[in-house]
């Protein structure tokens, strides 16, 4: 992994090394300050020569300006100011570290040029998304990792880069980047485990890696294979028979509220491989099935990013950690499984198997902590990715007020949901001749009826959403924030929303 770009956060320009970094918009105007440093002249008419309009996050790039002690001058775009909104300023930040080389010094002079004061919370959002945007996993190229790139002056450049960021809320922005920074190191850790390939991190490496949360004060309980089946967890536990890695299922409870009120709870799958077991996938692009564990990365990260900034709420997070494999002692179609809860489901399809084991996980979750609110995630269907691409993940949910909180902090963070349909007809769908239900409807509506699935293991009464993440968590697009192939989504959705919702 690379090292962490350094961000801090001053009231004037500190340095005049390196590189100096400042914004317009689509008039190009510049702010006060920007212009007092001397440059109005020097970008005008180089914006001229380059035809640069100040679209949104455009850049220009001046190397070794005239008239200034600064190496190279970075002009960014905010495009129509007033059309800015919450997620454009990690979007900036991400801009900002991508225009810099590796071990550069960099001053950001953040000033709006119509003169509107960029807020703490903004200016931690830059610093947010600048840390997003610098994270690469290079832990096995050992060729390339091991060589630093070269300066200007054809000198090895080490180190991380060095952000300063100069605004007058200085003060306030390292109050909120301390909480921001727990997020960006939440987001990274979950990008960290579903970019490990499978045979580095599987079910027990994995909740290994959870059970060191415990130095941030979370409260671990991993439970083993041998404890699973004395609570009778056959639907998980068929999944990783195929397997000769035992499972896992790890709860983390962070109560920040020194409380004993109900927590809000996370579920996350955690399939370090899927090769569909014996219903098995294609060859082509199998490989990405190391990254079926997304929902149990994301709940991961939130948990760490949780403690580090102490929020002050009472959150449970567990996951089940397996393996899908087409051994021998493989569960095969036809078969009947009894969950904990008691439900019987027939396995029509063995590579319909993540909520399998979603299914224990989430009573599991109810049964020992009695949530008042759950969310599972899950790179559950290939079907949301055909209805909603990677752009957006798919949202179910039984309670409105849950489903609005999650949306309100999709847009915000841009990690974004999109509502969709449960019901009847779709329950119906999963009916099976020999069981209570059967793990798969069929090729239509295959998201939706994987969801009627989980509902069936919820609770009357109990506030639950699931976020299918197929689409979202790993192949993710490449954006401002992300240059990644797994890109950690889950960590801030899920940190925004017990932040509005249950801090008290």
């Known amino acids: 992994m690379t090292e962490s770009p350094a961000i801090s956060f001053h009231k004037s320009i500190s340095s005049e090394a390196g590189t100096l970094v400042v914004l317009t918009d689509e008039t190009l105007a510049l702010g006060v300050e920007t212009q007092a440093s001397g440059i109005a002249d020097l970008f005008r008419k180089a914006a001229g020569t380059a035809d640069y309009k100040g679209k949104a996050l455009a850049t220009l790039d001046l190397l070794a300006p005239a008239g200034l002690n600064f190496d190279r001058l970075i002009v960014v775009g905010l495009g129509k100011a007033e059309e800015l909104v919450e997620e454009d300023w990690s979007r900036l930040g991400g801009t900002v570290l991508g225009a810099l080389r590796k071990g550069e010094q960099a001053t950001l002079l953040a000033e709006r040029p119509d003169g509107t004061a960029i807020s703490a919370d903004q200016l931690a959002d830059i610093g947010l998304g600048a840390v997003l945007r610098g994270y690469s996993f290079d832990r096995y190229k050992g060729g390339k990792a091991g060589k630093d790139s070269k300066g200007e002056n054809g ?23 301390a909480a921001r920074s727990a997020i960006a190191e939440g987001a990274i850790l979950a990008r960290e485990l579903v970019n490990e390939p499978a045979n580095v991190l599987g079910p027990v490496e994995f909740a290994e890696k959870a059970a060191e ?101 009472n959150v449970v997070g567990i996951i089940g950690l397996v393996e899908n494999m087409p051994d021998g002692n493989a569960q095969r179609p036809g078969d009947i499984v009894e969950a904990a809860s008691g439900v019987t489901i027939e396995i029509i399809n063995t590579d319909a198997e993540g909520r399998l084991v979603l299914a224990d996980a989430l009573w599991y979750a109810q049964k020992t902590y009695e949530p008042k609110a759950i969310v599972d995630l899950a790179t559950l269907t290939g079907a949301i990715m055909v209805a909603l691409g990677s752009d957006h993940a798919g949202m179910f949910a039984n ?40 793990n798969t409807g069929g090729r ?61």
């Open 444 to 504: 239509y509506g295959g998201s939706i009826t994987a969801a009627q699935f989980l509902k069936r293991f919820v609770d009357d009464g109990v506030a639950w959403a699931h976020l299918d993440i197929a689409g979202t968590a790993m192949g993710s697009p490449q954006t401002e924030i992300n240059r990644s192939w797994a890109s950690g989504w889950g960590v801030r959705i899920l940190d925004r929303l017990v932040a509005d919702n249950y801090e008290g």
């Open 155 to 177: 000198k090895a450049a080490k180190g991380p880069i060095r952000l300063d960021i100069v605004a007058g809320e200085a003060s306030k922005a390292k109050k909120a980047w």
């Open 213 to 313: 949360l415990a130095a941030l004060g979370v409260t671990i309980e991993t439970l083993t294979e041998k404890q699973m089946k004395k609570l009778g967890m056959r639907a998980l536990l068929g999944v990783a028979q195929g397997s000769v890695r035992p499972p896992r299922l790890v709860a983390m409870h962070w109560n920040g509220t020194k409380s004993k009120e109900k927590p809000v709870a996370f579920v996350g799958k955690g399939v370090v491989f899927d090769t569909g077991g014996i219903s098995i996938k294609p060859a082509g692009g199998m490989e990405d099935m190391k990254g079926d564990m997304g929902g149990a990365a994301a709940v991961v990260g939130l948990m760490h990013a949780l403690a580090s900034r102490k929020a002050k709420a």
């Open 399 to 438: 309670d409105d007020a849950l489903a609005e909180a999650l949306s309100k902090a999709g847009a915000a963070t841009g990690e974004k949901v999109w509502r969709m349909p449960l019901g009847a007809a779709y329950d119906k769908m999963i009916e099976s001749k020999f069981a209570d239900i059967k």
